[in-house]
């Protein structure tokens, strides 16, 4: 709540605004407001853009278009991909503005390849990668780079995350910005973990410790002690990482982020496995894969079956096993071609670009494939 000093300096502020100045004024702040929060707090940025959709004939449109903007991106971290690209599609209907379109395609891009579209996904991603440098936000620049980076580890193209976390890094001493500085070394580390490489896991977890430290960011906080704790657990000390794991358990489920959830209840299970707390083990396994298989997340199904198959086989359940290590080689099979998938398109997406680039290049109109 606001102090009654804030009130009388916002009202002093507005004294000399019209009636409508200070509406625009204000929804344009609490618009501000709720992109600085998107991240941090994303249950209260939800109640805020929902609150503010009310007064939606009353923006400008250049707002209205950040107002869809961020309720896309609401939706889109929420797994509601339907609604995600619905809103996004609203955008162009309000603003031509070359950051408000680039942060529209970093919204689309995600959306789609999170539904299945990976090669639309990575045209619309590199046609706002090749636009970046008239981006005038250094933070959207940055924005875009991580989601770039984002989608190529998943496709463990990590070459090319690489080279993106390390432009990452290159823009945010360029523009002093600690916050982007943290998070390309955040993403180093998630490579590194990735690719098994303890080594340099720990030189990278160890950079985004120190560098993180002057950022207040509780996303990036939490990912920090959940990779020590992998980190850790890689290492063989399992109760210290356990006792990690446990430590910011309830703050992950807090902050609302179920996709990472999953991943930790994965983690979780498969250290109780290594602890031989097999009770444990299972219950976390069963709650990742009973989500997973509700979303059909094959990549999380794998995960979290494999550690069911270990448990049944363990307690001697030949029923329970029979079925988990059914659900094991069925996502496993699909999660394989999915990933061959992703890559094929991500590469049909090169193809594509470097195309529309010779076609434009020679002033001959290009059909998008969608």
């Given at each position: 709540?606001?102090?009654?000093?804030?009130?009388?300096?916002?009202?002093?502020?507005?004294?000399?605004?019209?009636a409508?100045?200070?509406?625009?004024?204000?929804?344009?702040?609490?618009?501000?407001?709720?992109?600085?929060?998107?991240?941090?707090?994303?249950?209260d940025?939800?109640?805020?853009?929902?609150?503010?959709?009310?007064?939606?004939?009353?923006?400008?449109?250049?707002?209205?278009?950040?107002?869809?903007?961020?309720?896309?991106?609401?939706?889109?971290?929420?797994?509601?991909?339907?609604?995600?690209?619905?809103?996004?599609?609203?955008?162009?209907?309000?603003?031509?503005?070359?950051?408000?379109?680039?942060?529209n395609?970093?919204?689309?891009?995600s959306?789609?390849?999170?539904?299945g579209?990976?090669?639309?996904g990575?045209?619309?991603?590199?046609?706002?990668?090749?636009?970046?440098?008239?981006?005038?936000?250094?933070?959207?620049?940055?924005?875009?780079?991580?989601?770039?980076?984002s989608?190529?580890?998943?496709?463990?193209?990590?070459?090319?995350?690489?080279?993106?976390?390390r432009?990452?890094?290159?823009?945010?001493?360029?523009n002093?910005?600690?916050?982007?500085?943290?998070?390309?070394?955040?993403?180093?580390?998630?490579?590194?973990?990735?690719?098994?490489?303890?080594?340099?896991?720990?030189?990278?977890?160890?950079?985004?410790?120190?560098?993180?430290?002057?950022?207040?960011?509780?996303?990036?906080?939490l990912?920090?002690?959940?990779?020590?704790?992998?980190?850790l657990?890689?290492?063989?000390?399992?109760e210290?990482a356990?006792?990690?794991?446990?430590?910011q358990?309830?703050?992950?489920?807090?902050?609302?982020?179920?996709?990472?959830v999953?991943?930790?209840?994965?983690?979780?299970?498969?250290?109780?496995?290594?602890?031989?707390?097999?009770?444990?083990?299972?219950?976390?396994?069963?709650?990742?894969?009973?989500?997973?298989?509700?979303?059909?997340?094959?990549?999380?199904?794998?995960?979290?079956?494999?550690?069911?198959?270990?448990?049944?086989?363990?307690?001697?359940?030949?029923?329970?096993?029979?079925?988990?290590?059914?659900e094991?080689?069925?996502?496993?099979?699909?999660?394989?071609l999915?990933?061959?998938?992703?890559?094929?398109?991500y590469?049909?997406?090169?193809?594509?670009?470097?195309?529309?680039?010779?076609?434009?290049?020679?002033?001959?109109?290009?059909?998008?494939?969608?």
């Amino acid at each position: 709540m606001k102090s009654l000093m804030s009130i009388l300096f916002i009202f002093c502020i507005f004294e000399s605004l019209s009636a409508e100045e200070v509406d625009v004024t204000a929804f344009q702040k609490e618009l501000d407001y709720i992109y600085s929060i998107r991240m941090h707090d994303i249950n209260d940025a939800k109640n805020r853009i929902e609150k503010l959709s009310s007064k939606l004939s009353e923006l400008t449109n250049y707002q209205k278009a950040q107002f869809f903007n961020l309720r896309a991106h609401s939706e889109l971290i929420r797994g509601n991909l339907d609604k995600a690209l619905d809103y996004a599609s609203k955008v162009k209907s309000y603003s031509n503005n070359t950051d408000v379109v680039a942060r529209n395609k970093v919204i689309r891009s995600s959306a789609l390849y999170s539904s299945g579209e990976y090669q639309k996904g990575f045209i619309i991603l590199y046609e706002a990668l090749d636009g970046i440098d008239s981006i005038s936000s250094a933070e959207l620049k940055q924005s875009l780079l991580q989601n770039a980076i984002s989608l190529h580890t998943g496709i463990e193209i990590f070459d090319k995350s690489q080279e993106l976390a390390r432009k990452m890094l290159a823009n945010a001493r360029e523009n002093k910005n600690d916050e982007y500085n943290c998070i390309g070394f955040v993403e180093l580390t998630t490579i590194s973990i990735k690719l098994n490489n303890l080594p340099q896991a720990k030189t990278d977890i160890s950079n985004s410790i120190n560098n993180c430290a002057k950022v207040k960011n509780n996303l990036i906080e939490l990912i920090i002690e959940f990779y020590k704790a992998k980190i850790l657990k890689q290492e063989g000390h399992l109760e210290e990482a356990e006792k990690v794991f446990l430590s910011q358990y309830q703050n992950l489920i807090d902050f609302g982020w179920k996709s990472m959830v999953v991943d930790v209840q994965i983690d979780l299970a498969n250290l109780y496995l290594e602890l031989n707390k097999f009770d444990k083990a299972k219950a976390f396994a069963e709650e990742a894969f009973d989500y997973s298989k509700s979303i059909n997340n094959t990549r999380d199904i794998r995960n979290s079956s494999e550690v069911l198959v270990k448990y049944y086989k363990f307690i001697n359940n030949k029923e329970d096993f029979e079925h988990f290590k059914k659900e094991y080689l069925e996502s496993t099979n699909e999660y394989l071609l999915q990933t061959q998938r992703k890559r094929i398109a991500y590469y049909q997406a090169m193809n594509y670009r470097a195309k529309k680039k010779e076609l434009q290049n020679k002033k001959v109109a290009v059909t998008e494939p969608f």
